[in-house]
């Protein structure tokens, strides 16, 4: 019974944390559900569609430098009675008159107070702060992965311990009545061991709850139900060496860190583009029209024009400069977030390594707290053998070797998470830093695809 228990034991110790040897064959491995987590989470997905969505606001805003092209088609019937009373003159369109005309419109613009321009800019940089905040999720969904697939392990390891617990629980059980058969102990030592095995099977039966709990997280969030796992690792080696690297290294990285800058960005031009709206406007249009029977005396007309247009706006009212001042201090807010945008990410980068740090001392403890609980606990029985300690006393030590198997596996969860949560703040959790064998999704792509198009209602994948 003895030996069953250690080797339970031994095999938990390690099932959260490979420190080395192969994974085995056919496992399901941490980056394999790190890249399923990738391709196929639909908020991440979603979060795509955005992009590509606020890509549109460029050839958006680029249509101020392209014209504008109108025609106009009219046709109908149209009847006249004309009476000219001092001369006793009468017309009448008999049969009716069919009038018809086609007219052809060209707008353009060659100045707008450079807001075409400003907007462009605006919109290309709304696609960088999109860009900017799909990393953010990317980051989030790939930590959330790592986190789900490290919590079924530690469940998983944890709920072994219990249902171990338990069956050598019910083996103490047993030999304890045998004992009071034969009146070595007392009915008190009976019940004490009934006791601790109706607690143990709760905390296994809390234990399977929890792992159900976590096995649903997990195929919420991976995409699939969780089978043969292998062993977690550490993500260590991304790292930067010291703290101080990584706060650094967060305040040029980290996506939210960015994404505020290029927020700063959209509100400066917001401000341009309101001013521009205080300069002059020159358009030019071009027209050309055919006209058929409009009047019973002219049977076809044709005219063409070129009007230069200037307007120069003098008082709208004020709206236009109550947007220049709510703009600035858009701006000026935009510029405060960012500030606690950075003093956020310094705080992450340093409550993360601090984790991570005390999560190597916890799996060291935890570790020593195991072997020192096992010999602890062959002490007490052999003892208990002699007479010198009681059921009572078995049982607690016990239960405090359970209890350190859970803090092995708890604390060995918390390492390797601690790790990926270190790398989210530095903004560095990225298939290409984690070396994911997965096609990396690049927005620039569809950018590119839709950037200059003029026309068209199809999106680049065929919709």
Do not use: C
Request: no cysteine; proline share 4%.
């Amino acid at each position: 019974m003895h030996g069953v228990k250690l080797f339970t034991g031994a095999a938990v110790s390690v099932l959260l944390l490979a420190l080395a040897g192969p994974t085995p064959a056919l496992a399901d491995t941490i980056e394999a559900a790190l890249v399923r987590a990738y391709q196929n989470n639909p908020q991440l997905n979603a979060q795509r569609a955005q992009v590509r969505s606020t890509d549109e606001n460029v050839p958006q805003a680029l249509s101020g430098y392209r014209p504008k092209v109108n025609l106009s088609l009219s046709t109908g019937y149209q009847y006249q009675d004309i009476q000219q009373t001092q001369k006793g003159l009468a017309i009448h369109s008999d049969p009716p008159l069919q009038p018809n005309s086609a007219s052809l419109t060209v707008n353009q613009t060659l100045y707008n107070g450079n807001q075409t321009a400003n907007r462009t800019r605006a919109a290309e940089s709304q696609v960088s702060g999109a860009r900017e905040a799909l990393r953010v999720l990317e980051q989030t969904v790939l930590l959330q992965a790592a986190t789900a697939y490290m919590d079924y392990l530690r469940d998983a390891a944890t709920l072994e311990v219990q249902r171990s617990n338990v069956r050598v629980l019910e083996q103490t059980l047993k030999q304890t009545r045998d004992r009071f058969n034969v009146g070595e102990v007392t009915r008190t030592d009976v019940a004490q061991s009934e006791a601790q095995l109706a607690a143990g099977r709760t905390q296994a039966l809390t234990a399977e709850s929890n792992l159900t709990t976590t096995r649903a997280n997990f195929r919420r969030i991976i995409g699939n139900e969780p089978s043969n796992l292998a062993p977690g690792s550490p993500v260590d080696r991304f790292l930067p060496g010291s703290i101080a690297s990584a706060v650094n290294l967060s305040l040029v990285e980290n996506p939210n860190v960015t994404a505020a800058m290029y927020g700063i960005d959209v509100n400066y031009l917001q401000v341009k583009i309101n001013e521009g709206a205080l300069l002059p406007t020159v358009t030019v249009q071009a027209g050309v029209t055919t006209a058929y029977q409009q009047q019973l005396t002219v049977f076809r007309s044709n005219s063409a024009s070129a009007i230069a247009t200037a307007s120069v706006p003098i008082f709208q009212g004020g709206a236009e400069y109550a947007l220049i001042r709510q703009s600035k201090e858009n701006l000026a807010q935009q510029r405060l977030n960012l500030e606690t945008t950075r003093d956020q990410t310094r705080a992450n980068v340093v409550q993360a390594w601090g984790q991570l740090e005390a999560g190597k001392a916890q799996v060291q403890s935890a570790q020593a707290q195991v072997t020192a609980s096992e010999i602890a606990l062959n002490g007490v029985r052999e003892e208990a053998k002699a007479g010198q300690r009681t059921t009572l006393d078995v049982l607690n030590a016990q239960q405090a070797l359970v209890n350190a198997r859970v803090a092995l596996v708890t604390a060995q969860h918390d390492r390797v998470v601690a790790s990926y949560s270190v790398l989210n703040a530095v903004g560095r959790l990225a298939p290409q830093v984690l070396g994911l064998n997965t096609t990396v999704y690049d927005p620039s792509v569809h950018y590119q695809q839709v950037r200059d198009s003029w026309a068209g209602v199809r999106t680049p994948d065929g919709r």
